[in-house]
């Protein structure tokens, strides 16, 4: 069972859409982090939130922390093909040192 | 300033084998965390190594085990390879007092046939 579920696991979008990617679980996380990995690469931290309701932007992309810290979405405006890769949610929970990944949302944006 | 760096990127190993992938964090970092990362899935914790020791372990068998230097630099081992071994093997460093900023190596990716 996984911790994490992610949705969609797959998008392939016209360059200028919007999107959401959704990560969801039944569980509370002390913080959760969204990383960007590309094809033979290592995953790249995008951003950490760690209060309920928290909201960060970083230039087109906007990440949100649910207020009771089991979900979070990431929401890119306009996207670009430099965009495409696959996203990543990541959880850590009080008392654990773990980071539990979600399965991915593989995007590709066409051009 | 460097990354996290892994040795080698590919490696092609026969069932039985031991395998031994390495690792050296960002520097400034003190805690190395290792992923294993099935095709099409998100990366799994193996261990994290602090102060030369296993701070937790998660649901990997025996076979596996690692190893930190005073350096901070790091060794995955895997003992009595099988075919489900194969994988991308992701390390991870971080700060101690900053376990929710990890930076990722490029990984290592093990094939055994």
């Known amino acids: 069972t996984q911790l994490l579920e992610q949705s969609p696991q797959f998008l392939s979008i016209q360059e200028g859409e919007n999107l959401t990617v959704y990560c969801n679980s039944s569980s509370v996380f002390s913080s959760l982090q969204w990383y960007r990995q590309e094809p033979g690469e290592g995953p790249v931290l995008l951003v950490t939130?760690?209060?309920?309701?928290e909201v960060k932007k970083l230039k087109r992309l906007t990440f949100q922390f649910g207020d009771a810290r089991k979900d979070s979405s990431l929401h890119i405006t306009a996207a670009q093909p430099g965009d495409t890769g696959l996203y990543l949610c990541?959880?850590?929970?009080?008392?654990?040192?773990?980071?539990?990944f979600g399965s991915g949302t593989r995007l590709l944006v066409r051009p | 300033d460097a990354g996290v760096t892994q040795s080698p990127t590919h490696l092609i190993k026969t069932r039985g084998q031991q395998v031994t992938l390495r690792c050296s964090p960002k520097s400034g970092h003190d805690t190395v965390s290792w992923y294993q990362q099935a095709l099409g899935q998100g990366p799994q914790f193996i261990f994290q190594y602090y102060e030369e020791e296993e701070r937790q372990r998660g649901n990997f068998p025996d076979r596996f085990s690692g190893h930190q230097f005073p350096n901070y630099s790091s060794e995955l081992n895997v003992n009595a390879l099988l075919l489900g071994d194969s994988a991308l093997y992701l390390c991870a460093s971080s700060l101690i007092q900053l376990n929710t900023e990890a930076f990722f190596g490029q990984g290592t990716r093990l094939t055994v046939v």
């Open positions: 990541a959880g850590e929970m009080d008392s654990s040192y773990k980071l539990i």
């Open positions: 939130v760690v209060t309920g309701g």
